[in-house]
């Protein structure tokens, strides 16, 4: 517990978690109010929709997680943890915990301010959250958010300058897991077992919250073949690994 | 109390540090002396558990530094003033540190009151001046009430006031009974701020001594005597088989003190108008003893030499 007070001294005395949670809320937000704005008949709004814009949240919250490591390597910081903390798993382990956790609550507070805005801009349409799916696909993106800083505090501790983590991240989950895909034969199998490919699969599930519509009301759903449980459970498993590979990096170097 | 033993890291083929063993004594401040790049920096950072020994190892009080139950109430270390967020405040980042060794809160304030930062505890550490970051780094050494101190290159870019605000606050350590291990590359520092010496070049220990010591086997003594009767003096002290050299306007004499070269004038009735031992200067020393075992080669070594010519005391 004194190690998780430790890590939230220090994520919260510096202001950036705060822009990071606010660009976070201000272009996820935004996005889905214009795509939700202009739903009409053709184009109709349903709970999928309302969560158009979470990739936008996702990346900044993927910069935070990945600065909070990165930033200590720069300034020196990491050496001062490791002195004050020599068991370097535990402080790595319990800074991953509060960003993810930070990460937990701006992905709930994105998600459900995304869904609020939806049902006043378009009171027509129903998006009262009836099911399961419903339910995931709003709610889900918390988790979906912690779980992405995870791994993006472990590529910070890896790469650890903010420019190549950062960059690494963004064009991992922008550009490399689509790509993969049209790798010839054999890339739709492989992109079927990329990660942020799978946790779409936890979020979306068959399109029930879609309406049973087609894709081009929401976005596209994955071709991950898990069920939505052990998608997440796939992305969860992606990150521990990840992160253990991390610490274990970590521990071997020198500060 | 520090003890290294055989201690050695590799960086691919470069050796920094080469089977160093050293003892630093309780309740002392001992320097840690060596050229740029000898190895002082690394050898701290293996000290406080940072970097991995290649082989050999380096204990506290007998433990390892990861041995260490709540390290920051045992050891205190300086190792560099800009290890510091510069967005987060002087008051934040002694508050993590406090925290995470379980060191009550109002210890923050004391430690902020000890170094004069009581004023700008709230403010940015990035807009700190160098004076300011390096007391901000002395009060997060300071934070656990350790028994031992480290500080690598304390003085380095501070100003005279700052240099001797430091100077005064080892002593005060010392003199509190703490063991206090303070690295530099500049010997004459270390004359003024520590008793015991551990002196390396390029990774290997050169020696381990008192200063006193250290600084008397590295200087050569002379003395400079001026008379109006100069070649009377020069024949009295041949014979007493004194070395001599021709100054400007008198005699250096290498190999007799400055109280027999006086009695030997009063003998012979000679008018003597200056008689003053001459210490060579500390740098000069310092360059003598280590010279083969500097990091960077400049080929200057013979201009600078003459540039620290021994200078009177």
Known sequence: MTLLAVERIKLFSTRSPWWCALVALA?????????????????????????????????????????????????????????????????????????????????????FASWGLSVLLQPDFDLALNSTADWINVAGVGPIYALAAVMAVAVGILVRHSAGAISLLLIYTLAVEDLVSLIPNIGDDIYKWMPFNVANKFLTGDGASNAGRAADAGAPLSTSPLSPGWALAYFAGTAVVLLAVAIATAKRRDA | MIEARGLTKRYGKTTAVDDLSFDVAAGRVTGFLGPNGAGKSTTMRMILGLDNPTAGRVTINGKRYHELHHPLRTVGALLDAKWVHPNRSARAHLNWMAKSNQIAERRVDEVLDIVGLTSVAGKRAGGFSLGMSQRLGIAAALLGDPEVLLFDEPVNGLDPEGILWIRKFMHRLADEGRTVFVSSHLLSEMALTATELVVIGRGKLISQSSTADFVARASENTVKVRSPQNDRLRDALEQASAELTAAEDGLIVSGMDSAKIGEIAAENGLVLHELSPQQGSLEQAFMQITGDSVEYHTGIE?????????TAR
Not at chain 1, 52 to 79: K, S
Request: no cysteine; proline share 3%.
């Open chain 2, 302 to 310: 013979a201009e600078v030499a003459q540039v620290l010519e021994p």
């Open chain 1, 27 to 111: 272009t996820t937000v935004g996005f889905t109010a214009l795509i939700v704005g202009n739903a009409n008949e053709q184009f109709p709004a349903t709970v999928a929709t309302t969560q158009f814009g979470y990739f936008f949240g996702l990346a900044v919250v993927m910069v935070l997680a990945a600065l909070a490591v990165t930033t200590e390597y720069r300034f020196g910081t990491i050496r001062t943890t490791f002195q004050a903390i020599p068991n370097r798993t535990a402080a790595l382990v319990a800074k991953t915990v509060v960003v993810a956790l930070l990460a937990l609550v701006i992905g709930e507070i994105v998600a």
